[in-house]
Structure formats: C-alpha cells, structure tokens
C-alpha cells in the first residue's frame, strides 16, 4: 500500500478476535479449530465469548450457553478467567502505548489509537496497524483486526469489517462509499429501538439515511440522536482519541445472604475480598497506597475507614492485615452487618513504583505465593489456591467447579 | 502536707515525672502526679500501668504527707512560676501554691484510689549514663511506631556477662550497639524487648548522674518490669511480652564494595536532594570511585534534584535506592565525622558504621569510650522503577 492510501488518516481502531475464546485456545492448544464458548454453564449462564468456528453454527456473544450448545453442541464451554484475559489486556495496551500515548481502550479487547505524531518513526497508519497485527500475534498469540480512517466511528466500522485476522483503510475519500451501502443499524447511537424507528421510515442504509433531512431525522428519533445521525451518515464524527486515566481505584464486596454478626465470618469475608482486590491490582499491574473497608449494617447505615500504607501493595494478605485492623479498631460489639467491602486506592503502577524492600524477608515471600496462586488460577480456575480459610467458603458463581456446601451462617 | 521548695527544682521534678502521664488516662486518677513529703524529700510520682516515674528532691518540710493532683496542669503551673521559693500546702481537698505574688488553689484527686507504684526489680547491673544514652539513641531510631506491630516499637536488649546489646528495627532498618556494663552477678545472661520511646526517653533524661542502675524483673508471662535508676529519678517500664525477629540472620556476613563518607557533608547533600524526593520516593544514590552522585525527583511533573559528593569508593559502581529519612537517620546516628557503608547489590542491606579516627589527641574525652565500630545501622534499599 501507499503512502498515499492512508493520507488523512489517523485513527485507528484495534480490536481482538474473538478475544476471550482466543485467549483460551492459546491456553489450550488442543481446541484450536474447534467451536469453543467462554461463559456461564448454569442453566442461567451466557455466552461471553465464542470463536469464529463456534459462530459458524450461529453461536453469538449474549446468547444463552444452553441454545449455543444446541446450536452448536460440539462446542467446548469453558467457564473464563477474567485475570488473564485482564493480564493479556494490560500486555496489548502496553504495545498500543509504546506505539503512541494517545490510547483510548474502550474494553478489554479493543482501543482506539491516534497515530497522527507516530508517522515518522513508525511509517504510515497501514503500516502501524500491520505492524501492531504482527506484534499482538507474536506476543499474545491470537489475532486482531484493524481499522483505519480519519475518524473513530468510521474506524470502528472498518475493524468489524475487516475481522476476522485483517485489516481494513477507509480513507476520507472514500467514506461515503464504505459508509452508505451499511445497513443503519451499523451507525453508533443506533440500537434495535432506533433502528426500528428508521426502518419505519423506510431508511435502510446509511445512505438512505444521509439523503433525508436532518429536520425529519430529529422528528423521527429526538433533536440530538438526529442531529448525530446525520452527521455521522456523511462520516462526520469529531470525537477525538482521548487518551484514559488509569484506574484510581479497584476493589470487591459482598452483601450476605442474611445479616451477620459474627466478626470471624466478616474476617474471613475481608480476607476473601482482600485475595480478590489484590489479584485484580496484579493483574493490571498497580499497587495500591491505600485501603478502606466499607461496612454497611443492617439499617443501611454505611461507614468506610481508610489506611495508607508505609509501602505500597498487591499482596492480599496485606490488604486482609489492614482491612482486619481497621474493621476491629471499630469496636463492634455484634452489629448485625450487611455489606463488607475492601477497596484499594491511590493506585499506582507497579513498574513505575519505587519499592521500599523488607530486611529479611524470604526470598519468596507472600507475594510469591500469590502469584503462583495466580498462575494456578489460570490453569486451573479462580480460587484453585487459596488460604485454607476459605476453604469451604463457596466459590464465586461461574468460576470453575463448585466448592463444597458453605457451613451454616458462612456467607455466599 | 507542707513544704517549701525551689522553683527550678519543683519544675524539673514534676515536669519528668509528667512525661509519663498518659495522654488519655484510663482511669481518671492516673491523670494525677502523686507529691508525697517525708523528713525533707518530697516524691513526685506518676504511673499509668506500663510505666512508672519518680523523682525526689529536698524540701524543707514541716509537715510530712501527701496529696493527688491534676499532672498537666501541676506541670503547666510550675513551669510558669515566677523565680521565687514555692510554698505548697495540703488544704483539705485542695493543694495551695504561692510563689511571690502568685496564688494557686488545685482541687485533689483521690490519694486513696491511686495505685501504688511497682516496686523497683532486683539490680542487674550499672552503666555510664552517657554511654546508655547514646546508645539507647542510636538504636531506638530504627525501632517501628506502629502500634499494630508491638513486637517492632521495642528495643531488644540483650545482657550476656559484661556486655550489653540493643537492636531494634520497622522491618526497612536495623539498628544494633553494643556496650559494656557491670553486671550485679557475673555470667549474667537475659534478654528482654523494652517500648523503644520510653527506653530513649529514659536514657535521655538519666544523665544527671554518672551511672545508671538497671534492674529486671522478666517473672511470668508479661509480668516483666525494666527498672533504670539514676540521680534522683528512676522509672519502670513494663516489658513488650512479643518475640523480636533473629536479627543476627539478617546481618550481612560479608560486603562486595564500600564506601567511605565525610558525614556532614554527605547528609547535608543528601538532605538538600530529598527536598524533591516526594513521599515514598526514593534518594538514588550512584556510587563511582571517588564519588556518589545523589538524585531525587525525576518524572515531569516534579520537581529533580541533583549533587555530586567526594567519597572514597571501593567496588564496582553500584545504583541504589534508599528512603531519604532512613538514610539520614542512621547518618545521623553514627556520631563519628566518617561513616562507611557496606553494600552486597543494590537489592540487599546496605550497612551504615562509623569509622574510627586514628587521629592523635586519643585523649579527647568528649567522645564516650565505646568503639564507634560496635554501632551497625542495616538499611533495607528501595528498588528503583525500570
């Protein structure tokens, strides 16, 4: 491709195949080529993520697992780990990063880059987008399609194009013709009820759209989502690439089945959602300066108490230390408890982090055997390891096999 | 009760006494100094349960006896006294003050409802005032003030024979000092874990006289009781009852390069860079031969600080991370114009000493006569981003 095929275009939309299905294929090898669904099994459960070979046989994200599996019963059900599929998240927008700072990710699986000041290191848009192509399979081993335009929705429109496993330039010259003959319900803003409403009015393209004026687009679905149908029909969209504030804060918490009072319940709660908020913070990579436990009572009356640490953390047993001391230093004497909470706040990122180091402490710490639970967690499903407190506490639904029954007064 | 007294006097005595008052009484009679007079000494005593502080001085006495009162406000009053001889009078259930034209009138606690104070423990041995008090200071620095970690808030001390050792460390450093002493029997061996503030705040105020006596009573399970004696004053401190970490496991046995430091200069350098060092930032220190450049700062949107400073350098050059205030702490704790600092990676303690000066006048009797090698300060660096 030229130069030349690129001119005006800046934006470019990266968006990952099928990309929770994908990241379990490269997980096990053996499913590659076969249907595979990630999602819940119960006879509530939904389909999170398929791949291209599952969609063959109709199989699409939302549906409910038990008319996939009718659909397609070949399929492999795999229940998902949201921690590494986070973990690959975080390795795909840390390359869109070294590309350029302007990064937008919209979800785990997809981001919005403007490439318009990487030009003379990197070449062209089309260029950066193969070569993002390129590196996302080398290091993550699945695949990503691309779009590029001038602007973000065209962009976007292009990638979902483009999939799977390709790449797709719209340039400003040709908006109109890639954009026209889509069906409305391609155009951001338009959902089934809109679309509705437009195909009422007998406006089943883009360029049916376009063609009408926008006093009668206004009437039709309401003065601003009109006017913003327009605008984007004739490929205006002045959105630009704004690039995300890390998160400031993460973290988990559990409302009981009934209320309970008894403090060694809401320890073993703390120290789950503490295991919980600190995998997270691993697995985007942040450590968090402080803790604050959110203890809602029976009468909805909602207090938190917040600690800073000398020493920034992702260790679980940590925050749990912490959580423990500032729930006890409340001095509840049996309150009939609702809600428990642990958040992690003031987040920083791990590798930008100074860390003040422990005299003495053992080569493989704490820390390590979190990780190593992390990576069992990976192979072998949420909470495969974890402190024997919690054995026999009931795991989080829809994450891999069901524990034992809880014991009585033990919290879901 | 009834006695006259010097004001400086009355207002040293109570206002080391009021030191141990705590903050929040428990109960409200531990809020009070105790003023006991008895054939011409007059006690003034304080206690909270932990710890206990009593001094005495001499009074001209006519009528022996004693009385409770509120310890801040005694303290605050006596400390504003004008210079004149104080009279103090027992009236009823009120304690009248004059000091020339100044009049005061306190209300009494309950003497009845005052607990007696723990008796002092069977003497273990003496040591030079000054001595325990440097080095008491120098350990103590390294000791944790987070309350949740009790084991951490105290300073180990350790009696084997004539030898006394303190350590103390947060888990990020560990100080360690050794001194001799005169152990009331030979071959005496005990170990205890003492509050590491009331233990410097003792050492610190026991200087008065040349020696001071330390008594331990380590009876059953946190029954036990530290009791330092000197000049007039002596204080008891009940004993952290926790286990300390095995500290001589983390002293490095051997070191792959080090470093010779002109104390002042490298913690007035060290001092003006971690002026950008933000918070839970650290001092990064590049050691080549013959120099250590200091940085702080760095990222955009703070501030950067940098400066050179002679050292003598011995290894290969080595990048390391520390916490600014640890750092200067244990600078500021070797007492001696040289210090050296011992280094295994940038990743492992790095060990701060004092260096001896083979100076001439060996008489200069300013310094204690301890060796300056026997104070180690362990630093735990930070590890740098990138």
């Given at each position: 491709m030229t130069r030349d095929r690129a001119a005006g275009c800046t934006v470019l939309h990266v968006d990952m195949d099928a990309f929770f299905a994908s990241v379990e294929v490269r997980r096990h090898p053996e499913l590659a080529g076969t249907p595979v669904i990630v999602g819940g099994?119960?006879?509530r459960g939904v389909v999170t993520s398929a791949t291209y070979e599952a969609r063959r046989y109709g199989v699409h994200s939302a549906m409910p697992t038990s008319r996939a599996l009718r659909l397609c019963p070949t399929a492999t059900v795999l229940p998902g780990d949201l921690d590494l599929y986070a973990e690959v998240s975080r390795s795909v927008m840390a390359l869109f990063r070294s590309l350029t700072p302007l990064v937008e990710p919209l979800s785990l699986d997809e981001a919005f880059l403007d490439v318009s000041g990487s030009g003379r290191r990197l070449g062209d848009p089309v260029a950066i987008g193969e070569y993002i192509r390129a590196r996302v399979f080398d290091e993550q081993g699945i695949t990503c399609s691309v779009g590029v335009a001038g602007s973000k929705f065209v962009a976007k429109l292009a990638s979902t194009r483009a999939k799977p496993d390709g790449l797709l330039v719209v340039p400003p010259a040709e908006v109109m013709d890639f954009l026209?003959?889509?069906?409305?319900?391609?155009?951001?803003?338009?959902g089934p009820k809109t679309e509705e409403v437009l195909l009422r009015l007998g406006l089943r393209t883009v360029g049916d759209l376009a063609h009408v004026p926008a006093r009668t687009l206004q009437r039709a679905v309401g003065q601003a989502a009109g006017s913003h149908l327009h605008e984007l029909a004739w490929g205006r969209d002045p959105r630009r690439v704004v690039p995300d504030e890390p998160d400031r804060s993460t973290g988990a918490e559990e409302t009981f089945g009934t209320d309970v009072d008894d403090p060694q319940v809401i320890h073993r709660e703390l120290l789950h959602l503490s295991e919980r908020t600190a995998g997270r913070l691993r697995s985007t990579g942040h450590l968090a300066r402080t803790v604050t436990v959110k203890i809602r009572f029976a009468d909805f009356t909602t207090i938190t108490r917040s600690r800073t640490l000398k020493v920034p953390t992702d260790v679980g047993q940590e925050l749990y230390d912490t959580a423990r001391t500032l729930f006890d230093a409340l001095g509840l004497d049996r309150a009939r408890i609702r809600l428990v909470g642990v958040r992690a706040e003031g987040l920083v990122e791990a590798e930008a982090t100074a860390r003040q180091l422990e005299l003495g402490?053992?080569?493989?710490g704490r820390r390590d055997a979190e990780l190593a639970a992390d990576r069992a967690a990976r192979r072998f499903g949420?909470?495969?390891?974890?402190?024997?407190?919690?054995?026999?506490r009931r795991q989080v639904p829809g994450a891999g096999p069901v524990a034992r029954d809880p014991s009585p007064g033990t919290p879901r | 009760m009834k006695f006259r007294v010097a004001r400086e006097v009355l207002a040293e005595a109570v206002a080391w006494t009021a030191r141990s008052l705590p903050p929040r009484p428990s109960v409200p009679v531990l809020a009070g100094i105790l003023l006991e007079v008895e054939g011409g000494q007059l006690a003034v005593s304080g206690f909270d349960y932990e710890v206990s502080a009593r001094s005495e001085v001499d009074v001209q006495s006519t009528e022996a006896g004693r009385a409770l009162v509120p310890g801040r406000l005694l303290a605050e009053i006596t400390r504003a006294l004008p210079p004149h001889p104080v009279d103090v009078v027992a009236e009823g259930a009120r304690l009248a003050i004059s000091c020339g034209n100044a009049k005061f009138s306190l209300p009494t606690l309950p003497v009845e409802d005052y607990p007696s104070l723990p008796s002092m423990p069977s003497t273990a041995g003496v040591v030079d005032s000054d001595a325990f008090a440097e080095a008491v200071g120098q350990v103590a620095?390294?000791?944790?003030?987070?309350?949740?970690?009790p084991m951490l808030t105290g300073v180990r001390l350790e009696i084997e024979d004539d030898l006394v050792t303190l350590a103390a460390t947060d888990r990020y450093r560990l100080a360690v000092r050794e001194f001799a002493w005169r152990p009331e029997t030979p071959g005496l061996s005990a170990a205890v874990l003492v509050p590491a503030r009331t233990l410097a705040d003792a050492a610190k105020t026991l200087t008065s006289g040349p020696e001071v006596v330390l008594s331990l009573a380590s009876g059953g399970s946190g029954e036990g009781i530290l009791g330092m004696s000197g000049k007039d004053r002596r204080t008891t401190t009940r004993l952290l009852d926790a286990e300390f970490v095995k500290y001589r496991a983390i002293m490095p046995s051997e070191s792959s390069s080090f470093a010779t430091l002109p104390v002042g200069l490298f913690t007035d350098a060290a001092k003006r860079v971690a002026l950008v060092a933000e918070r839970g930032t650290p001092l990064r220190c590049e050691f080549t031969p013959g120099q250590v450049t200091l940085r702080a700062g760095g990222t955009d949107d703070e501030g950067q600080a940098e400066e050179r400073c002679d050292v003598e350098f011995d290894g290969e050059p080595l990048t390391i991370g520390f916490n600014p205030t640890f750092l200067l702490d244990g600078l500021a704790a070797v007492h001696t114009d040289r210090a050296r600092m011992d280094f295994t990676t940038a990743l492992k303690p790095a060990v701060l000493s004092g260096v001896d000066e083979p100076s001439a006048d060996d008489e200069d009797s300013g310094r204690p006569a301890e060796r300056a090698g026997s104070y180690r300060y362990l630093i735990m660096p930070v590890r740098l981003p990138g």
């Open positions: 099994v119960g006879n026209h003959p889509l069906p409305v319900g391609a155009l951001w803003g338009v402490a053992r080569e493989h949420a909470g495969a390891v974890r402190p024997a407190t919690l054995l026999g | 620095v390294a000791a944790g003030r987070d309350d949740t970690l």
